[in-house]
C-alpha cells in the first residue's frame, strides 16, 4: 500500500488453489510473516490511530478469500482490525536467543543441555561439508518416527539452499561418529537481523548421544559473528519447548490470524466427517 508514492503497509502471503476454493496461507519453511506498517511520527495517539488505519486495509484486502492464516512475527503486537473484520486470533510461542555474542557461553544454558553437549562431543564430531540432500534425509528420519512424512517439499529445499548459498545466508551442521553415522543435522539461515532454525532431524537409534544440543551450541557459536539474534523457531509441542528453551533462550509469543468462510468451513467438516468413518 503507497501513499503519495512512499510504502506505508504491506502483507506478504502465498495464494493457493484447491477444490475450488482460494486460500492464504504461509510460504513453505516460514513460520511468522504479518504485516508492516508505517504510522508516521507524532504523537502515540496519533500513531497508534494511523496503524489501526493500515491494519484494517490489510484486513479488508484479505476478505475475499475462503480461508486465511497466517502467522504474524512476534514484534507484531497489535491484531485488533483483524478480530474487528471477524478473524479468530491465537497466540503461539517461539524462542529466540536475542544476544549471540554472550550466549555462545555454556553458563547461560541449563544442566540438561550442558550435560548433553559434553556427552556429544566425546561421541561425534561436527561436520559442515555435507550436503543439503544429507540433511534433508536426517530430517526425514525424525517425521518417520512420528509416523509422519517430510513436511515441506525436498526439492524445494534444494532450490532454496542453493538461493541461501548465492548470498553466503545459510550454514548446515552435521554430528557424526567414528563409524561414518549422522547423529543429527541442522539446517540455519539467516539476514541481517535474525538467524532462524529452518529445520533439523536425528536418528532415531542415535538420539540419547545428545548431538542435537551440540549442534545448536555451535550454530550459536557461529552465528555470534553473521547476526544479533538467533529464532530457534520453537514449537507448541512441550518436549520441543523444553528443548529450546534450555539454551537460555526468551520467549516470545506471535500471533496467528485466521478466518474461513461458510463454504469452506462446510466443506473441512464434511471431510472430517468421512475421515472419522474411515478410522472407525
Known sequence: MEVDGRVVARLPYVVRNRWGLTTVTQPPLTQTLGPWVDPGSGSYTRKLTNEIELMDTLAASLMGFDFVSQNFHYSVRNALPFYWRG????????????????????????????????????????????????????????????????????????????????????????????????????????????AYYLFGGADPDLRASGAQSLLVWEAIKTLAGVTPVFDLEGSMKQSIEHFFRGFGATQKSFLNVSKASTRFSLLRAARDLVRRKDSR
Open 87 to 194: 478473524f479468530d486470533l491465537r497466540v503461539a510461542y517461539t524462542y529466540v536467543v536475542e544476544d549471540l555474542y554472550t550466549a555462545s557461553d555454556l553458563a547461560f544454558f541449563r544442566s540438561h543441555i550442558r550435560r548433553n553437549i559434553r556427552k556429544a562431543q566425546k561421541q561425534v564430531v561436527v561436520r559442515q561439508d555435507y550436503d543439503v540432500d544429507k540433511a534433508i534425509e536426517c530430517s526425514e528420519l525424525s517425521f518417520r518416527r512420528q509416523g509422519r512424512g517430510l513436511p515441506f517439499d525436498p526439492e524445494l529445499v534444494r532450490r532454496l539452499d542453493a538461493a541461501c548459498a548465492r548470498h553466503a545466508a545459510r550454514q548446515m551442521f552435521f554430528a557424526e561418529d567414528a563409524r561414518g553415522r549422522i547423529h543429527a543435522a541442522l539446517y540455519v539461515v539467516w539476514d541481517a537481523r535474525s
